[in-house]
């Protein structure tokens, strides 16, 4: 007959209770809802956003972007063949959600910011998106130049714009004061990289494809 000592007893119960409670605490830490952060700057519309699509304004996509990023060109050159498409479920999404394209110019790429300048200026015109295609459309040809403006007046004069006054708005305090706003509160919403996506204000960071982002958006224009 064995003999089991009181220490042992109570060593023995106590290992149980410290292994039960540990796999309860990874029960309940793997179970407990992840909190989702909304970032206000990226939830609302702002004054001067360029907005498409609904206009209903309840379920808003904001991107922050740069005319320079190759991988923002991926993005700008898939809503534009979608636009075309006639897909059906890119005409659900367009029907209930908005959407809005903000600037977000990186140092690194040197004609970022003359870029932004250009669409901003058509957009006093009212060819933002008009401007905003054609700079994805020809990015190769302009992210190199050493003086990027005289393209991009050749641009304006494609799109039939007051040259005279795509000039002065390209250079003028309203047009950079909106370009720096709209980095600014991607600033807010912590974003360091393009293209960066928000709905309803919650940073979108698990799209490996286009696709995936028609997916969320097909599901959340669904639910409406």
């Not at 922050?64 to 498409?85: A, E, R, T």
């Not at 040259?163 to 002065?168: G, L, M, W």
């Not at 696709?211 to 958006?217: E, F």
Request: with cysteine; glycine share 2%; net charge positive.
């Amino acid at each position: 007959m064995f003999n089991i000592s009181k220490n042992t007893i109570i060593f023995t119960i106590a290992s149980i209770v410290i292994i039960f409670g540990f796999l309860y605490l990874v029960f309940a830490t793997s179970n407990s809802p992840v909190e989702v952060k909304t970032y206000q700057s990226a939830k609302k519309i702002n004054k001067n956003d360029h907005v498409k699509w609904s206009q209903d304004k309840k379920t808003l996509l904001v991107e922050y972007s740069d005319f320079q990023c190759p991988n923002c060109k991926v993005w700008g050159d898939f809503f534009k063949q979608q636009n075309l498409s006639n897909n059906p479920d890119f005409e659900k999404i367009k029907e209930k959600v908005t959407f809005i394209y903000r600037h977000f110019p990186l140092s690194n790429h040197k004609n970022a910011l003359p870029s932004s300048y250009a669409a901003e200026a058509a957009g006093l015109q009212g060819k933002f998106y008009e401007m905003h295609d054609l700079l994805f459309e020809t990015q190769t040809d302009w992210s190199e130049l050493k003086d990027s403006k005289n393209f991009f007046i050749f641009l304006a004069k494609s799109l039939k714009l007051d040259v005279e006054k795509f000039k002065r708005d390209m250079n003028s305090s309203t047009v950079k004061k909106k370009v720096e706003d709209d980095k600014n509160s991607g600033i807010k919403a912590n974003v360091n990289s393009t293209a960066s996506f928000f709905l309803n204000g919650v940073y979108l960071d698990k799209l490996n494809s286009t696709q995936d982002l028609i997916n969320i958006l097909l599901k959340e224009a669904n639910s409406k």
